[in-house]
């Protein structure tokens, strides 16, 4: 699991990109894109992207990001402490449960049962490759519901520590 980090301040600019992938001639579903710059309370900037189609910010809103730590973050939660508003991206835009790469290991798969057990491979890769795509599936389900639980732990302590500031300023 990765770990998660916030980041706090308020939004400088948010910009939103909108990319249509054609494919023989029909548009496949679009995709958003916003980058977001984000201004720390010791005036640095930082900038963030997020893949998604919900964005309840905009600019000059105070927000914190919950991000993973890698170098390249992603954007997992965005909470608007001026419309105290937010959405979990972990829970709302999870990636699906069977993957391109999925079918690229049924097909070794495949290949190396009718290789080792022969016409009977060929019979019992359906089986085994549902059970495979089954197990899969579940253990990634698994693992999202996880992440989803801890980032809106996240949240919750950032709301915490955001609103125990704003009490010891006054």
Do not use: C
Not at 18 to 43: F, K, S
Not at 93 to 108: F, H, M, N, S, T
């Amino acid at each position: 699991m990765p770990d998660l980090q916030t980041f706090h301040g308020h939004l400088v600019d948010v910009r939103r990109h909108v990319n249509v992938h054609w494919r023989h001639l029909h548009p496949i579903a679009p995709t958003d894109r916003y980058e977001l710059w984000l201004r720390a309370p010791d005036g640095t900037e930082r900038k963030f992207t997020v893949h998604t189609r919900e964005m309840p910010a905009r600019r000059g809103h105070e927000v914190s990001l919950i991000t993973t730590t890698h170098r390249r973050p992603r954007v997992l939660a965005l909470a608007n402490w001026t419309t105290i508003d937010g959405v979990n991206y972990a829970r709302s835009e999870p990636p699906g449960l069977v993957r391109v790469g999925d079918v690229l290991w049924l097909a070794a798969g495949f290949v190396g049962m009718t290789a080792w057990l022969g016409d009977a491979g060929m019979v019992l890769f359906l089986p085994a490759a549902a059970v495979v795509l089954a197990v899969v599936a579940t253990v990634r389900w698994v693992a999202r519901q996880r992440l989803a639980w801890r980032v809106d732990r996240a949240i919750d302590l950032e709301a915490w520590r955001t609103s125990s500031a704003v009490v010891r300023m006054h």
